[in-house]
C-alpha cells in the first residue's frame, strides 16, 4: 500500500516538474515572439485559502504568509442554541499554518490542525498564470500534501505508524472572469493507509468549486463547495454524510486578508473534511469562522535597501 502512496507522489511531482519546464519554455517562446515580456493579470483570489479550498494564489519568493483559521462549533441542532452561545464556547477546529515562498512559482507550507491533531506538509506550484492578453486564459495550481496523525485519535485505530498518513494531490484551474468575479475547479485525489470503517475507500476523488465577486477594492463574498465521489458515503445505512459548503465574506486590509464565514465542515484540512463530513445545514450543524492571513517578507533585495 505504502509502495503505491510513494509512487503517486513521485508522479506527481515528475509531471509537475516536466510540465513547468514545458511551459516556461512554451512562454520564454512567445514572449521572443511579442518582443517582450507577457503581463499576466492580477490573481484570481487574494489569499492561498477560501474557506475550504487552497487557490492558485501564490506566496511571492521569500515571503511567510501566516494563517490562522477558527472554526466554533453548530450554531443550532441538538449541539447548538443558546446553551453554547450559538456554537461560540466551543471550536470543531483551530488550524495554524506557515507557507514560505521558495520562489515566485513554488511554495512550501506547514500547518497543525486541532482536529485529530493532523500535522500535514504541503508543496504548491503555479504551472500557469492567466495573462491580460487572453492567450493564456486561466491559472492551474498543482497541489501535494501529506498528512500526518501523531496520537491517538480512536482506540486501536492506527496497529501501524504508516498507517497514520494521508496523501492529496490537487489540481486547481482558476479563472479571473472580471475585476469583481473570479472562478475555480480542484480536481482532487485522496489517498489514506487506513480507512475507519469496512467498505470505506482507501481512495477518494472529489472536486471543489470555489467563487469570489468583489463589491469594493476591499470587499467580496465568496463561496466553497466540495463532493466526494464515495459509494460508501452515498449508501451508507446508519451515517449520513453531506458535501461541505461554505459562505463568507472577505475583507482586505493592507496586510491582511480576513475572510468570516459559515460552512458545515467541523475540520480544516481537506485530508479530514473530504471524508468525514456529517454535518448538515438543514439540521442546523453550520458553524461561524473565520480565517486571518498575514504576510510577512523576510528578504529585501538591495535594491529596495539603498
Known amino acids: 500500500?505504502?509502495?503505491?502512496?510513494?509512487?503517486?507522489?513521485a508522479a506527481l511531482f515528475a509531471l509537475n516538474y516536466a510540465a513547468s519546464a514545458q511551459t516556461d519554455s512554451l512562454m520564454k517562446a512567445m514572449?521572443?515572439?511579442?518582443?517582450?515580456?507577457?503581463?499576466?493579470?492580477?490573481?484570481?483570489?487574494?489569499s492561498g485559502r477560501l474557506i475550504l479550498s487552497e487557490t492558485t494564489a501564490m506566496?511571492?519568493?521569500?515571503?511567510?504568509?501566516?494563517?490562522?483559521?477558527?472554526?466554533?462549533?453548530?450554531?443550532?441542532?441538538?449541539?447548538?442554541?443558546?446553551?453554547?452561545?450559538?456554537?461560540l464556547d466551543n471550536s470543531s477546529d483551530i488550524y495554524i499554518n506557515f507557507e514560505y515562498g521558495i520562489s515566485d512559482r513554488l511554495n512550501i507550507g506547514f500547518g497543525r490542525s486541532k482536529?485529530?491533531?493532523?500535522?500535514?506538509?504541503?508543496l504548491k506550484y503555479a504551472l500557469m498564470r492567466q495573462s491580460t492578453d487572453g492567450r493564456v486564459p486561466f491559472s492551474i495550481g498543482l497541489v501535494a500534501k501529506t498528512g500526518f496523525t501523531p496520537y491517538e485519535v480512536t482506540t486501536d485505530i492506527y496497529d501501524d505508524y504508516i498507517n497514520r498518513f494521508s496523501y492529496l494531490g490537487q489540481v486547481i484551474i482558476a479563472r479571473k472572469f472580471s475585476p469583481d468575479f473570479s472562478l475555480q475547479v480542484s480536481p482532487t485525489l485522496l489517498l489514506?493507509?487506513?480507512?475507519?470503517?469496512?467498505?470505506?475507500?482507501?481512495?477518494?476523488?472529489?472536486?471543489?468549486a470555489a467563487m469570489r465577486y468583489k463589491f469594493t477594492k476591499r470587499f467580496g463574498i465568496v463561496a466553497d463547495y466540495y463532493h466526494p465521489f464515495s459509494n460508501y458515503r452515498d449508501n451508507h445505512p446508519t451515517t449520513s454524510f453531506y458535501d461541505p459548503l461554505g459562505v463568507?465574506?472577505?475583507?482586505?486590509?493592507?496586510?491582511?486578508?480576513?475572510?468570516?464565514?459559515?460552512?458545515?465542515?467541523?475540520?480544516?484540512?481537506?485530508?479530514?473534511?473530504?471524508?468525514?463530513?456529517?454535518?448538515s445545514w438543514g439540521k442546523g450543524q453550520y458553524r461561524f469562522g473565520f480565517?486571518?492571513?498575514?504576510?510577512?517578507?523576510?528578504?529585501?533585495?538591495?535594491?529596495?535597501?539603498?
Not at 501566516?66 to 453554547?84: C, P, Q, S
Not at 480565517?291 to 539603498?306: A, D, E, G, Y
Open 115 to 122: 482536529y485529530e491533531q493532523l500535522l500535514d506538509l504541503q
Open 248 to 279: 463568507g465574506i472577505e475583507i482586505e486590509t493592507g496586510g491582511h486578508v480576513f475572510t468570516m464565514n459559515f460552512v458545515n465542515a467541523k475540520s480544516v484540512v481537506e485530508n479530514n473534511f473530504i471524508p468525514n463530513s456529517t454535518s
Open 59 to 87: 506566496v511571492k519568493k521569500y515571503d511567510l504568509d501566516f494563517k490562522v483559521v477558527h472554526r466554533f462549533g453548530d450554531i443550532a441542532g441538538t449541539d447548538g442554541g443558546g446553551k453554547t452561545l450559538v456554537g
Open 31 to 46: 514572449e521572443k515572439e511579442q518582443g517582450g515580456a507577457r503581463e499576466v493579470s492580477g490573481a484570481a483570489f487574494k
Open 192 to 208: 489514506r493507509n487506513r480507512v475507519l470503517a469496512p467498505g470505506d475507500e482507501a481512495s477518494l476523488f472529489a472536486l471543489g
Open 291 to 306: 480565517t486571518i492571513s498575514r504576510m510577512f517578507t523576510l528578504h529585501q533585495s538591495k535594491t529596495n535597501n539603498k
Open 1 to 9: 500500500m505504502i509502495n503505491k502512496k510513494y509512487f503517486f507522489l
